[in-house]
């Protein structure tokens, strides 16, 4: 069983940073393709960002092109979100997700994903 553990959300002003990362307990995080989403409240799960198995190609929700990058670690099994130039509307639950059906590519449904993180929350203040 794959388990992500999220970590590094927190309280953040407008204009801010922060870095989420993801830790998988499986040695085969290299083969899986992993995302984060995200969840603000009272709305439905929605993808923020993704990267597939090799980590040279990475898709990109428009409302954070420029200002999130996502990035991998095979030596660590874990993936990253570094967050700059933060909104209010950034605030949500941050979940990765991860799957090993999409080697090749990225997926970016929550539909798609195989294991889940227990998700991390981040605020942004105005």
């Known amino acids: 069983q794959v388990q992500l553990v999220e970590s590094g959300g927190g309280l953040v002003q407008a204009g801010g940073s922060l870095s989420l990362s993801c830790a998988a307990s499986?040695?085969?995080?290299?083969?899986?393709?992993m995302g984060w989403f995200r969840q603000p409240p009272g709305k439905e799960r929605e993808i923020v960002a993704a990267?597939?198995?090799?980590?040279?190609?990475?898709y990109y929700t428009d409302s954070v092109k420029g200002r999130f990058t996502i990035s991998r670690d095979g030596a660590k099994n874990t993936v990253y979100l570094q967050m700059n130039s933060l909104k209010p509307e950034d605030t949500a639950v941050y979940y990765c997700?991860?799957?090993?059906?999409?080697?090749?590519?990225?997926?970016?449904?929550?539909?798609?994903?195989?294991?889940w993180g227990q998700g991390t929350q981040v605020t942004v203040s105005s």
């Open positions: 997700a991860s799957t090993s059906s999409y080697r090749g590519g990225v997926f970016t449904s929550p539909a798609s994903a195989d294991h």
């Open positions: 499986e040695r085969a995080f290299s083969r899986f393709a």
């Open positions: 990267i597939n198995w090799s980590g040279d190609t990475t």
